[in-house]
């Protein structure tokens, strides 16, 4: 699957606003707009300026690590972990599930990702390079997010980011079971589909 443009998006897009289902259909999905929520919490927690989409998200995110992620910006674990990737003979263990997404456009080779949902749910994909996924549940889901109290943070480092933001970067089983946990979050969330999340890890790395 890839992140391909449908009529339906374009310049005509609504922003989702609180009390919605928090979802974001618009294609592409990097120039979609964010939840009002969302988008105002980043905007105050980055400080360089609107972040209204995902390219914005992703600028403000790359402006705080210095520039393109490389692997070794990863947050990597050592030890037990629920978010394991392995590609070219190589595992790795990570913090979040989706720096195993964003390591198959850093190494350039298929990625296999094992991780959990917040409820402890088993979730598999496979990612190319090329911007192909496949999933175990095929109708999973994810989400991006930011702690609701990140505007305290005045000092946006890579550091600082993942700190606020990782915690809330999840897969899930089903769009319901993403619904049920950002409704108990205290955070700011929106959730697509894991093949319409695979451009924005895709721009991480360009």
Do not use: N
């Given at each position: 699957?890839?992140?391909?443009?449908?009529?339906c998006?374009?310049?005509?897009?609504?922003?989702?606003?609180?009390?919605?289902?928090?979802?974001?259909?618009?294609?592409?999905?990097?120039?979609?707009?964010?939840?009002?929520?969302?988008?105002?919490?980043?905007?105050?927690?980055?400080?360089?300026?609107?972040?209204e989409?995902?390219?914005d998200?992703v600028?403000?995110?790359?402006?705080?690590?210095?520039?393109?992620l490389?692997?070794?910006?990863?947050?990597?674990?050592?030890?037990?972990?629920?978010?394991v990737?392995?590609?070219a003979?190589?595992?790795?263990?990570f913090r979040?599930?989706?720096?195993?997404?964003?390591?198959?456009?850093?190494?350039?080779?298929?990625?296999?990702?094992?991780?959990?949902?917040?409820a402890?749910?088993?979730?598999?994909?496979?990612?190319?390079?090329?911007?192909?996924?496949?999933?175990?549940?095929?109708e999973?889901?994810?989400?991006?997010?930011?702690?609701?109290d990140?505007?305290?943070?005045?000092?946006p480092?890579?550091?600082?980011?993942?700190?606020?933001?990782?915690p809330?970067?999840?897969?899930?089983?089903?769009?319901?079971?993403?619904?049920?946990?950002?409704?108990?979050?205290d955070?700011?969330?929106?959730?697509?589909?894991?093949?319409?999340?695979?451009?924005?890890a895709?721009?991480?790395?360009?």
């Amino acid at each position: 699957m890839s992140d391909e443009t449908c009529s339906c998006g374009g310049s005509g897009a609504e922003r989702p606003t609180e009390g919605t289902d928090r979802w974001v259909d618009d294609r592409p999905v990097r120039s979609a707009l964010l939840p009002d929520d969302v988008g105002r919490v980043m905007t105050a927690f980055f400080g360089t300026g609107p972040v209204e989409t995902f390219d914005d998200f992703v600028a403000a995110t790359r402006e705080g690590a210095g520039g393109a992620l490389a692997v070794e910006d990863l947050c990597h674990v050592d030890g037990e972990t629920p978010h394991v990737a392995r590609a070219a003979g190589e595992t790795y263990r990570f913090r979040c599930f989706y720096d195993g997404v964003a390591l198959a456009y850093l190494v350039d080779e298929p990625v296999e990702i094992r991780t959990e949902s917040p409820a402890g749910t088993g979730i598999e994909l496979r990612v190319t390079p090329d911007g192909e996924v496949e999933t175990s549940p095929p109708e999973a889901v994810m989400s991006f997010g930011i702690a609701t109290d990140a505007a305290a943070v005045t000092d946006p480092t890579a550091e600082a980011v993942y700190g606020q933001v990782c915690p809330y970067v999840k897969a899930f089983p089903s769009r319901d079971s993403y619904r049920e946990w950002a409704a108990a979050v205290d955070a700011a969330t929106v959730g697509v589909p894991i093949a319409a999340g695979l451009p924005i890890a895709a721009a991480f790395a360009e």
